[in-house]
T-cell receptor, first 113, second 116 residues
Protein backbone atom coordinates (compact mmCIF):
# COMPACT_ATOMS: atom_id res chain seq x y z
CA UNK A 1 0.00 0.00 0.00
CA UNK A 2 1.79 3.06 -1.32
CA UNK A 3 1.08 5.95 1.06
CA UNK A 4 3.01 8.48 -1.00
CA UNK A 5 2.62 8.36 -4.76
CA UNK A 6 4.33 10.12 -7.63
CA UNK A 7 2.36 9.03 -10.65
CA UNK A 8 4.59 10.59 -13.30
CA UNK A 9 7.80 8.58 -13.71
CA UNK A 10 9.36 11.25 -15.92
CA UNK A 11 9.05 14.87 -17.01
CA UNK A 12 10.86 16.78 -19.74
CA UNK A 13 10.90 20.60 -19.93
CA UNK A 14 12.80 23.26 -21.80
CA UNK A 15 15.41 25.37 -20.03
CA UNK A 16 13.89 28.55 -18.63
CA UNK A 17 10.37 27.13 -18.42
CA UNK A 18 8.53 25.95 -15.32
CA UNK A 19 8.82 22.38 -14.04
CA UNK A 20 5.91 21.05 -11.98
CA UNK A 21 6.33 17.79 -10.12
CA UNK A 22 3.33 16.26 -8.41
CA UNK A 23 2.82 14.04 -5.39
CA UNK A 24 -0.26 12.50 -3.77
CA UNK A 25 -0.60 10.95 -0.34
CA UNK A 26 -3.22 8.88 1.43
CA UNK A 27 -2.42 9.14 5.15
CA UNK A 28 -3.90 12.18 6.89
CA UNK A 29 -1.45 11.66 9.82
CA UNK A 30 1.44 13.07 7.80
CA UNK A 31 2.52 16.41 9.25
CA UNK A 32 5.55 17.39 7.14
CA UNK A 33 6.27 16.94 3.49
CA UNK A 34 9.69 17.11 1.90
CA UNK A 35 11.26 17.05 -1.52
CA UNK A 36 14.61 15.42 -2.22
CA UNK A 37 16.78 15.58 -5.29
CA UNK A 38 18.98 12.69 -6.38
CA UNK A 39 21.76 12.51 -8.94
CA UNK A 40 23.02 9.13 -10.23
CA UNK A 41 25.44 7.32 -7.90
CA UNK A 42 24.76 9.79 -5.09
CA UNK A 43 22.49 9.83 -2.07
CA UNK A 44 19.37 12.00 -2.09
CA UNK A 45 19.79 15.59 -0.90
CA UNK A 46 17.16 17.61 0.92
CA UNK A 47 15.60 20.34 -1.23
CA UNK A 48 12.60 21.94 0.48
CA UNK A 49 9.90 21.08 2.99
CA UNK A 50 6.45 22.25 4.06
CA UNK A 51 4.47 21.86 7.24
CA UNK A 52 0.92 20.57 7.03
CA UNK A 53 -0.31 23.82 8.57
CA UNK A 54 0.93 25.82 5.57
CA UNK A 55 -0.06 25.80 1.93
CA UNK A 56 3.08 27.25 0.37
CA UNK A 57 6.78 27.43 1.03
CA UNK A 58 9.28 29.16 -1.23
CA UNK A 59 13.06 28.95 -1.44
CA UNK A 60 14.64 30.70 -4.39
CA UNK A 61 13.59 28.98 -7.60
CA UNK A 62 11.77 26.23 -5.69
CA UNK A 63 8.23 26.47 -4.35
CA UNK A 64 6.20 23.72 -2.76
CA UNK A 65 2.41 23.91 -2.64
CA UNK A 66 0.25 21.80 -0.35
CA UNK A 67 -3.46 21.11 -0.84
CA UNK A 68 -4.54 19.18 2.25
CA UNK A 69 -8.11 18.66 1.16
CA UNK A 70 -6.92 16.97 -2.00
CA UNK A 71 -3.96 15.27 -0.25
CA UNK A 72 -1.75 16.64 -2.98
CA UNK A 73 1.48 18.58 -3.10
CA UNK A 74 3.57 19.91 -5.94
CA UNK A 75 7.05 21.26 -6.47
CA UNK A 76 7.50 24.16 -8.88
CA UNK A 77 10.92 25.01 -10.28
CA UNK A 78 11.12 28.37 -12.01
CA UNK A 79 13.10 28.88 -14.15
CA UNK A 80 14.28 25.36 -14.84
CA UNK A 81 17.98 24.85 -15.51
CA UNK A 82 19.85 21.91 -17.06
CA UNK A 83 21.52 21.29 -13.67
CA UNK A 84 18.07 20.57 -12.24
CA UNK A 85 17.99 17.33 -14.25
CA UNK A 86 17.75 14.62 -11.59
CA UNK A 87 15.31 12.30 -9.86
CA UNK A 88 12.97 14.09 -7.45
CA UNK A 89 11.43 12.26 -4.52
CA UNK A 90 8.48 13.41 -2.50
CA UNK A 91 8.49 12.28 1.16
CA UNK A 92 6.21 12.57 4.16
CA UNK A 93 6.70 12.30 7.89
CA UNK A 94 4.20 11.43 10.59
CA UNK A 95 2.95 13.65 13.37
CA UNK A 96 4.94 13.24 16.54
CA UNK A 97 8.67 12.87 16.71
CA UNK A 98 8.94 9.39 15.19
CA UNK A 99 11.77 9.96 12.74
CA UNK A 100 9.86 7.88 10.18
CA UNK A 101 9.94 9.21 6.62
CA UNK A 102 7.99 7.65 3.72
CA UNK A 103 9.02 8.28 0.11
CA UNK A 104 7.25 8.23 -3.23
CA UNK A 105 8.53 6.40 -6.30
CA UNK A 106 10.33 9.41 -7.74
CA UNK A 107 10.05 11.49 -10.92
CA UNK A 108 12.95 11.86 -13.32
CA UNK A 109 13.20 15.45 -14.53
CA UNK A 110 15.08 16.27 -17.71
CA UNK A 111 15.69 19.93 -18.48
CA UNK A 112 16.72 20.43 -22.09
CA UNK A 113 19.06 23.30 -23.02
CA UNK B 1 33.17 16.92 6.94
CA UNK B 2 32.27 13.22 6.71
CA UNK B 3 28.50 13.35 7.33
CA UNK B 4 27.02 9.87 6.77
CA UNK B 5 29.52 7.20 5.71
CA UNK B 6 28.43 3.89 4.22
CA UNK B 7 30.68 0.91 3.61
CA UNK B 8 31.15 -0.96 1.39
CA UNK B 9 30.14 0.93 -1.76
CA UNK B 10 29.71 -2.27 -3.77
CA UNK B 11 29.16 -5.88 -2.75
CA UNK B 12 28.33 -9.14 -4.49
CA UNK B 13 26.92 -11.95 -2.36
CA UNK B 14 25.90 -15.50 -3.06
CA UNK B 15 22.42 -16.60 -2.09
CA UNK B 16 22.37 -17.63 1.55
CA UNK B 17 25.42 -15.65 2.60
CA UNK B 18 25.19 -13.11 5.38
CA UNK B 19 26.75 -9.69 5.62
CA UNK B 20 26.54 -6.36 7.43
CA UNK B 21 26.22 -2.99 5.73
CA UNK B 22 27.92 -0.36 7.82
CA UNK B 23 26.63 3.15 8.47
CA UNK B 24 28.29 5.79 10.61
CA UNK B 25 27.51 9.47 11.14
CA UNK B 26 29.57 12.10 12.92
CA UNK B 27 26.88 14.75 13.37
CA UNK B 28 25.54 13.44 16.70
CA UNK B 29 22.16 12.81 15.08
CA UNK B 30 19.57 10.93 17.10
CA UNK B 31 17.56 9.60 14.18
CA UNK B 32 18.92 7.10 11.67
CA UNK B 33 17.22 5.06 8.95
CA UNK B 34 17.91 2.47 6.29
CA UNK B 35 16.26 2.60 2.86
CA UNK B 36 16.47 0.48 -0.24
CA UNK B 37 15.99 1.92 -3.71
CA UNK B 38 14.58 -0.23 -6.50
CA UNK B 39 13.47 0.82 -10.00
CA UNK B 40 9.87 2.06 -9.99
CA UNK B 41 9.60 1.61 -6.23
CA UNK B 42 11.34 4.70 -4.96
CA UNK B 43 12.97 4.62 -1.55
CA UNK B 44 11.44 2.13 0.86
CA UNK B 45 12.08 2.28 4.58
CA UNK B 46 13.61 -0.90 6.01
CA UNK B 47 14.32 -0.04 9.67
CA UNK B 48 14.78 3.14 11.63
CA UNK B 49 16.01 4.28 15.03
CA UNK B 50 15.23 7.32 17.17
CA UNK B 51 18.20 6.82 19.49
CA UNK B 52 20.72 4.37 20.88
CA UNK B 53 18.99 1.16 21.93
CA UNK B 54 15.75 1.98 20.10
CA UNK B 55 14.86 0.55 16.70
CA UNK B 56 11.63 -0.07 14.81
CA UNK B 57 10.49 -1.66 11.59
CA UNK B 58 9.73 0.26 8.43
CA UNK B 59 7.85 -0.77 5.29
CA UNK B 60 10.04 -3.71 4.19
CA UNK B 61 11.85 -5.15 7.25
CA UNK B 62 11.78 -8.87 6.40
CA UNK B 63 15.21 -10.39 5.92
CA UNK B 64 17.01 -7.54 7.68
CA UNK B 65 18.13 -6.93 11.25
CA UNK B 66 19.42 -3.77 12.87
CA UNK B 67 20.81 -2.66 16.19
CA UNK B 68 21.80 0.74 17.59
CA UNK B 69 24.37 0.37 20.33
CA UNK B 70 25.85 3.84 19.84
CA UNK B 71 24.55 7.15 18.51
CA UNK B 72 27.08 7.08 15.68
CA UNK B 73 26.55 3.62 14.18
CA UNK B 74 23.53 1.88 12.67
CA UNK B 75 24.54 -1.37 10.91
CA UNK B 76 22.13 -3.31 8.70
CA UNK B 77 22.45 -7.10 8.73
CA UNK B 78 21.33 -9.46 5.99
CA UNK B 79 20.98 -12.85 7.67
CA UNK B 80 20.59 -15.03 4.56
CA UNK B 81 20.87 -13.06 1.33
CA UNK B 82 18.30 -13.59 -1.41
CA UNK B 83 18.25 -12.32 -5.02
CA UNK B 84 15.23 -10.17 -4.07
CA UNK B 85 17.58 -8.17 -1.83
CA UNK B 86 19.57 -6.97 -4.82
CA UNK B 87 19.22 -3.20 -4.48
CA UNK B 88 20.91 0.05 -3.62
CA UNK B 89 20.86 0.69 0.12
CA UNK B 90 20.95 4.14 1.67
CA UNK B 91 21.54 5.09 5.27
CA UNK B 92 20.31 8.47 6.52
CA UNK B 93 20.41 10.50 9.72
CA UNK B 94 18.98 13.70 11.18
CA UNK B 95 18.76 15.53 14.45
CA UNK B 96 15.57 15.17 16.43
CA UNK B 97 15.78 18.87 17.20
CA UNK B 98 15.84 19.98 13.55
CA UNK B 99 13.68 22.99 12.82
CA UNK B 100 10.86 22.67 10.34
CA UNK B 101 12.87 24.45 7.70
CA UNK B 102 15.72 22.01 8.14
CA UNK B 103 13.74 18.87 8.59
CA UNK B 104 15.55 16.78 6.08
CA UNK B 105 17.65 13.70 6.54
CA UNK B 106 21.29 13.59 5.43
CA UNK B 107 21.92 10.54 3.26
CA UNK B 108 25.00 8.50 2.66
CA UNK B 109 26.18 7.77 -0.89
CA UNK B 110 24.77 4.25 -0.89
CA UNK B 111 25.81 0.60 -1.07
CA UNK B 112 25.05 -1.26 -4.29
CA UNK B 113 24.37 -4.90 -3.40
CA UNK B 114 23.99 -7.75 -5.87
CA UNK B 115 22.88 -11.18 -4.71
CA UNK B 116 23.51 -13.98 -7.21
Amino acid sequence: DQQVKQNSPSLSVQEGRISILNCDYTNSMFDYFLWYKKYPAEGPTFLISISSIKDKNEDGRFTVFLNKSAKHLSLHIVPSQPGDSAVYFCAASFSGNTGKLIFGQGTTLQVKP
Amino acid sequence: NAGVTQTPKFQVLKTGQSMTLQCAQDMNHEYMSWYRQDPGMGLRLIHYSVGAGITDQGEVPNGYNVSRSTTEDFPLRLLSAAPSQTSVYFCASRSSGALPTNYGYTFGSGTRLTVV
